[in-house]
């Protein structure tokens, strides 16, 4: 374990379901990310949360919607996923703003969409 | 915008061999990092390596910026080495993004 907790570890979803993806640190970080890796890609950022804001939206379309209630907790929130966007979610924290001060990530959901 | 390139893409060694793998930049970076994806798709970071070289147990790396490139060498390799080495950076300098390139991925054989 890294101190980086997501679940679930997997998921299967119909194209019509509305699901939600955890990610949880108590490792003091007050930066979280959501990466998604597809086969054959590289990571592709998506959200960045910064002291519970939204820093970075990097072109996600809307059936991904992320929500940080406070530092340690991350969601992300799936509806009417297409079976592309399956790939294994990452959510990652940082200590401060920034590659400088390390990424510490979790194990990953590895998403499947039927 | 930047283009990294990872070589080779894919290694496949015997246990206790050495390997170097190498990330090329079209342009300079900022933050080089390096990371290793087990089998189970943990990912670790290994090193934070904007320029110079840094050893950690059997593996080292050395990033010379001005050349745009960086080199992880793995030594003495292990069974648990095997996964997807990625280098990875900071397009912009001080944010807090990642661009990582495709990665190599590495078996080592017992």
């Known amino acids: 374990e890294t101190g980086v907790t997501q679940t679930p570890r997997h998921l299967v979803m119909g194209m019509t379901n509305k699901k939600s993806l955890k990610c949880e640190q108590h490792?003091?970080?007050?930066?979280m990310y959501w990466y998604k890796q597809s086969a054959k890609k590289p990571l592709e950022l998506m959200f960045v949360?910064?002291?519970?804001?939204?820093?970075e939206n990097n072109s996600v379309p809307s059936r991904f919607s992320p929500e940080c209630p406070n530092s340690s907790h991350l969601f992300l929130h799936l509806h009417t996923l297409q079976p592309e966007d399956s790939a294994l979610y990452l959510c990652?924290?940082?200590?401060?703003?920034?590659?400088?001060?390390?990424?510490?990530f979790g194990s990953g959901t590895r998403l499947t969409v039927v | 915008g930047i283009q990294v390139e990872q070589s080779p893409p894919d290694l496949i060694l015997q246990e206790g061999a050495n390997s170097t793998l190498r990330c090329n930049f079209s342009?300079?970076?900022?933050?080089l990092q390096w990371f290793h994806q087990n089998p189970w798709g943990q990912l670790i970071n290994l090193f934070y390596?904007?320029?110079g070289t840094k050893q950690n147990g059997r593996l080292s790396a050395t990033t010379v910026a001005t050349e745009r490139y960086s080199l992880l060498y793995i030594s003495s390799s292990q069974t648990t080495d095997s996964g997807v080495y990625f280098c990875?950076?900071?397009?912009?300098?001080?944010?807090?993004?990642?661009?990582f390139g495709k990665g190599t991925k590495l078996t080592v054989n017992p």
């Open positions: 990652a924290s940082s200590r401060g703003q920034g590659p400088y001060y390390g990424y510490t």
């Open positions: 990875a950076f900071d397009p912009q300098g001080g944010s807090e993004k990642l661009v």
């Open positions: 949360y910064s002291l519970e804001e939204r820093v």
């Open positions: 342009d300079s970076v900022n933050n």
């Open positions: 490792l003091g970080h007050n930066a």
């Open positions: 390596i904007p320029s």
